[in-house]
């Protein structure tokens, strides 16, 4: 935006020069005020500049319409870009509040399922022997802590009379 700015400077010097130029000029020179004579070739750098300065003057008019085009196509374009950002905005709250719904469906799904784990876990078992068949029996209680299960077993064998304890660990 700089750039333009210097233009418009440019432009506007240029345009107070040419209107001293023609409003105020005849009226000095037509006063008794001294005449001043310029030679041919400073007549000719005179025009030189004045054209050299015409042709800044048509450059910066044309990078003024083209940045004034560009300001256009950026303000076009955040605009798009607003509207853009209220739509996924509005989306965004859309799919929050459906997550949402689907997270508490969940919550009621598992609510209403029997736990897949349960805290508790009670064994019964039976010692068979392949000649005598059965020979004995369990029992074992296993608790649920952390991931695992740690449990307390006793066993009974009825031929041998013999009693005993296991402490179990299941992974």
């Known amino acids: 935006m ?7 400077l440019i432009i506007a010097f240029l345009l107070v020069w040419v209107l001293v130029q023609f409003f105020f000029l005849p009226a000095i020179c037509s006063a008794t005020e001294p005449v001043y004579l310029i030679r041919e070739t400073e007549l000719t750098t005179l025009e030189q500049n004045s054209n050299r300065q015409l042709k800044i003057n ?7 319409q083209i940045a004034k085009d560009r300001l256009k196509v950026s303000d076009q374009e955040l605009s798009e ?12 709250t859309e799919l929050e509040a459906s997550s949402k719904k689907q997270e508490n469906l ?11 784990a349960p805290g508790v876990l009670r064994e019964v078992g039976l010692k068979i022997d392949v000649e005598k068949y059965v020979r004995g029996v ?5 608790r649920l ?8 077993r006793g066993e009974y064998d009825w031929q041998d ?10 992974y």
Do not use: D, N
């Not at 607003?82 to 996924?88: C, N, R």
């Not at 009379?161 to 299941?170: D, F, P």
């Open 2 to 8: 700089k750039k333009s700015k210097v233009g418009y």
């Open 58 to 64: 048509s450059q910066l008019a044309k990078e003024l």
């Open 81 to 92: 870009a607003k509207q853009q950002k209220e739509m996924l905005q509005k989306q965004l």
């Open 106 to 116: 969940q919550k009621e799904i598992l609510k209403s399922l029997p736990p897949s």
């Open 138 to 142: 369990s029992y074992g209680v296993s």
């Open 145 to 152: 802590i952390g991931s695992q299960y740690i449990g307390l």
């Open 161 to 170: 009379k013999k009693a005993g304890v296991w402490l179990t660990y299941s």
